[in-house]
């Protein structure tokens, strides 16, 4: 399993903004072969969400952004003036699990 951090540094005032896209379901990602779960974070400060997506393994992950329904989602400027800079990604191989708690 893989869990892939997108930080979004986002501008003042923005952050549930930010997080009600998420919340809106846009690039049915849940419906993604090999997709486990997402988790959207909003750091105590609002100037950064983090969103972590759950994968079966890296190939899922990388067929969802070769697919049209990543590009579909992510080709609308999702981030809408909301952003101070670009996202930053980083990719993380589960090495260790111990009991999951049920995401929202």
């Given at each position: 399993?893989?869990?892939v951090a997108n930080s979004l540094p986002v501008r003042e005032g923005a952050a549930d903004r930010i997080v009600e896209m998420?919340?809106?379901?846009?690039?049915?990602?849940?419906?993604?072969p090999g997709f486990v779960?997402?988790?959207?974070?909003?750091?105590?400060?609002?100037?950064?969400?983090?969103?972590?997506?759950?994968?079966?393994?890296?190939a899922s992950f990388d067929a969802w952004v070769a697919s049209d329904?990543?590009?579909e989602a992510h080709g609308r400027g999702g981030g809408g003036?909301?952003?101070?800079?670009h996202?930053?990604?980083?990719?993380?191989e589960v090495a260790l699990e111990r009991g999951r708690r049920p995401v929202r």
């Amino acid at each position: 399993m893989i869990a892939v951090a997108n930080s979004l540094p986002v501008r003042e005032g923005a952050a549930d903004r930010i997080v009600e896209m998420f919340s809106a379901g846009r690039g049915a990602v849940q419906d993604f072969p090999g997709f486990v779960a997402m988790e959207v974070l909003k750091s105590e400060g609002e100037d950064e969400v983090l969103v972590v997506t759950w994968w079966e393994d890296r190939a899922s992950f990388d067929a969802w952004v070769a697919s049209d329904a990543f590009r579909e989602a992510h080709g609308r400027g999702g981030g809408g003036g909301l952003l101070r800079e670009h996202p930053r990604m980083t990719v993380y191989e589960v090495a260790l699990e111990r009991g999951r708690r049920p995401v929202r």
